[in-house]
Antibody
Framework: EVLLVESGGGLVQPGMSLRLSCAAS????????MQWVRQAPGKGLEWVSG????????DYADSVKGRFTISRDNAKNSLYLQMNSLRSEDTALYYC??????????????WGQGTLVTISS | DIQMTQSPSSLSASVGDRVAITCRAS??????LNWYQQKPGKAPKLLIY???TLQSGVPARFSGSGSGTDFTLTISNLQPEDFATYYC?????????FGPGTKVEIK
């Protein structure tokens, strides 16, 4: 069974940092690109960042570029999101997602349950 | 970046109805269009990828169509468990973007 379990969320003040983690199991982690998607309370989905299977290709949404860093450790089957200079608008539930490997359209076929990040003074 | 829009933003329908949700991309994305369903308090679920291919396990009452910039998600014979919010997402560019969502409510 494919499982994605996020952790690391919490309440922090503006300007602070957080590191999110996603533990993957039930599939060959280094066969897949991975993505972070977030959802502000009561709002829609926002793609945040993506990383290829080997970390060679990384992309960020404009809203987080220069502040967030995505990374992965294939030996630990883990995905990370380092979030610096946090703002109130970063408050959201952060989902770890898997991009289907053998499908050209790269749909996000598995999602974790999310970890909540709250930025407030 | 590619912008995605959806219409309507919400709709009310009855069990057994046929509903259609439209998604439009700001530039051509061929068929790099995926649809997700999200129920309250739950993670999104992949329904359709490549504009028209049903994800394994998704009921056949869901269907997708379109290419280029205009796409449609159709739900035939709406069931109680289909009341949810639906999002389109483009995967043509690696900076994936989602539509704003369409909430399907019970009439």
């Amino acid at each position: 069974e494919v499982l994605l379990v996020e952790s690391g969320g919490g309440l922090v003040q503006p300007g602070m940092s957080l590191r999110l983690s996603c533990a993957a199991s039930g599939f060959t982690f280094d066969d897949y690109a991975m993505q972070w998607v977030r959802q502000a309370p009561g709002k829609g989905l926002e793609w945040v960042s993506g990383i290829s299977w080997n970390g060679g290709t990384i992309d960020y949404a404009d809203s987080v570029k220069g502040r967030f860093t995505i990374s992965r450790d294939n030996a630990k089957n883990s995905l990370y999101l380092q979030m610096n200079s946090l703002r109130s608008e970063d408050t959201a539930l952060y989902y770890c997602t898997r991009a289907a490997a053998t499908i050209a359209f790269r749909p996000l076929d598995y999602w974790g349950q999310g970890t909540l990040v709250t930025i407030s003074s | 970046d590619i912008q995605m829009t959806q219409s309507p933003s919400s709709l009310s329908a009855s069990v057994g109805d046929r509903v259609a949700i439209t998604c439009r991309a700001s530039q051509s994305i061929a068929t790099y269009l995926n649809w997700y369903q999200q129920k309250p308090g739950k993670a999104p679920k992949l329904l359709i990828y490549g504009a028209s291919t049903l994800q394994s396990g998704v009921p056949a009452r869901f269907s997708g169509s379109g290419s280029g910039t205009d796409f449609t998600l159709t739900i035939s014979n709406l069931q109680p468990e289909d009341f949810a919010t639906y999002y389109c997402q483009q995967s043509y560019r690696t900076l994936f973007t989602f539509g704003p969502g369409t909430k399907v409510e019970i009439k």
